[in-house]
């Protein structure tokens, strides 16, 4: 591996891999501090519809701020933003102000996130991006395992909400490592946020162009991310299912975690060496397939060990589905609409995502969480299978139809 060549990808996933045990640190200490102050599996449901609701606040127009200015700038900015809002976080009694400080904190990171992405993809050539985007799921594998480990030493000797301070200053090493990092633009950006009605009127309609000639992919595309809106509506039932079925302590609950860190660990691993030979479509249809085995074998789990094996299943080879669907994007969509098409189609998937968190919040209360998780990992499994089929029999044709639309 050149060296000089990778500087600028290491430095990005530094700063990356930093931000993710952050991410940890802060959703498994809010999650636990709203179940101790409510008991509630529906509060903490709570909080992961804030997210998709965030992103169908900030989908319809962040994509056009995106592919305007320089994302790096963006990016420091909403690293900046989040840490200030995490910081007050402790010092609210009100169950509503912390959903609110919430809101604020993932509209931010609904912006964060397709300019990262954006950012990386101009960061790489096309050629490098496949092996990448592995390195990508390592270093996320590796917050999986460090994040909650860090989080359950910091439960252990401190309170949660000192745990929250320490997130803190992790959003603000990120952004000093993001600093580093050489401004790019796929575009001359005039450094403003200023955008009119009339350009996200314009770039609605060139996303709705870019789908109507690329429907296969927009149907791969919603296939993958209804397999991931699953998952999160089943990770917003996890604290409950850990605490009410398993009956785990808190401690024990970040080892459970921390298990699905190793598998994903192991399968960032495999992924490495995968990559060499298998195509972005097979890693995205065998990975999701096989994501939603491991949600089988965690929901119908009694033990610590059980629920630990399904975990570590669910979580290898979400690195191999993870790093199938980035590449599959990086060679699907024009560069210079990323920003638009990722927002856009992500607040499509929130509003589905906010549907099914809700129902499953309350089916959960009125009839258990052991009932809802098993439904919702079958479900799940379904999707995942139709996903595999969809892919089998488009990917060849939507290679095609998106590589006729003009860029």
């Given at each position: 591996m050149n060296l000089l060549k990778w500087k600028f990808p290491a430095l990005y996933l530094s700063a990356v891999g930093i931000a993710n045990i952050g991410g940890w640190i802060y959703l498994l200490a809010l999650n636990l501090i709203i179940f101790d102050r409510t008991g509630s599996a529906l509060a903490v449901a709570g909080l992961y519809m804030i997210k998709p609701f965030a992103n169908m606040l900030v989908g319809f127009w962040a994509g056009s701020v995106i592919d305007r200015v320089s994302t790096k700038h963006l990016m420091i900015t909403l690293d900046g933003l989040r840490a200030v809002l995490v910081v007050l976080i402790p010092f609210l009694d009100s169950i509503w102000f912390i959903y609110t400080l919430v809101l604020l904190i993932q509209m931010a990171g609904a912006m964060f996130e397709p300019a990262s992405f954006t950012y990386m993809t101009l960061l790489l050539p096309e050629q490098d991006r496949n092996r990448f985007n592995a390195l990508l799921s390592f270093v996320h594998s590796g917050a999986f395992v460090t994040g909650p480990l860090v989080a359950g030493i910091l439960?252990?000797?401190?309170?949660?909400?000192?745990?929250?301070?320490?997130?803190?200053?992790?959003?603000?090493?990120?952004?000093?490592?993001?600093?580093?990092?050489?401004?790019?633009?796929?575009?001359?950006?005039?450094?403003?946020?200023?955008?009119?009605?009339?350009?996200?009127?314009?770039?609605?309609?060139?996303?709705?162009?870019?789908?109507?000639?690329?429907?296969?992919?927009?149907?791969?595309?919603?296939?993958?991310?209804?397999?991931?809106?699953?998952?999160?509506?089943?990770?917003?039932?996890?604290?409950?299912?850990?605490?009410?079925?398993?009956?785990?302590?808190?401690?024990?609950?970040?080892?459970?975690?921390?298990?699905?860190?190793?598998?994903?660990?192991?399968?960032?691993?495999?992924?490495?060496?995968?990559?060499?030979?298998?195509?972005?479509?097979?890693?995205?249809?065998?990975?999701?397939?096989?994501?939603?085995?491991?949600?089988?074998?965690?929901?119908?789990?009694?033990?610590?060990?059980?629920?630990?094996?399904?975990?570590?299943?669910?979580?290898?080879?979400?690195?191999?589905?993870?790093?199938?669907?980035?590449?599959?994007?990086?060679?699907?969509?024009?560069?210079?609409?990323?920003?638009?098409?990722s927002s856009l189609y992500e607040m499509a998937s929130s509003f589905i995502q906010i549907l099914t968190v809700l129902f499953l919040g309350f089916a959960a209360q009125m009839l258990s969480v052991k009932e809802v998780v098993i439904g919702g990992s079958l479900l799940m499994f379904a999707v995942a299978c139709y996903l595999a089929l969809l892919i089998g029999r488009y990917s060849n044709l939507s290679t095609k139809i998106i590589g006729s639309v003009k860029r």
């Open positions: 439960f252990m000797i401190g309170s949660l909400e000192n745990a929250l301070f320490v997130n803190v200053g992790i959003f603000m090493i990120s952004a000093t490592l993001t600093l580093l990092l050489p401004k790019l633009s796929n575009r001359d950006t005039t450094e403003s946020t200023s955008i009119t009605w009339r350009d996200v009127r314009t770039d609605w309609k060139l996303v709705w162009d870019f789908s109507k000639k690329a429907m296969p992919f927009v149907v791969m595309y919603m296939g993958f991310q209804g397999v991931m809106l699953l998952t999160a509506a089943l990770d917003s039932m996890e604290v409950a299912f850990a605490k009410e079925v398993l009956h785990l302590s808190d401690a024990t609950y970040g080892s459970l975690v921390s298990m699905a860190g190793i598998g994903f660990l192991m399968g960032a691993v495999c992924t490495n060496a995968l990559v060499k030979f298998a195509s972005a479509n097979l890693l995205m249809s065998m990975g999701t397939l096989l994501v939603s085995i491991g949600y089988v074998i965690y929901s119908f789990s009694t033990t610590y060990l059980m629920a630990s094996t399904g975990f570590f299943v669910l979580s290898f080879f979400l690195s191999l589905a993870n790093t199938g669907f980035m590449t599959f994007i990086q060679k699907k969509v024009p560069i210079d609409m990323m920003g638009r098409i």
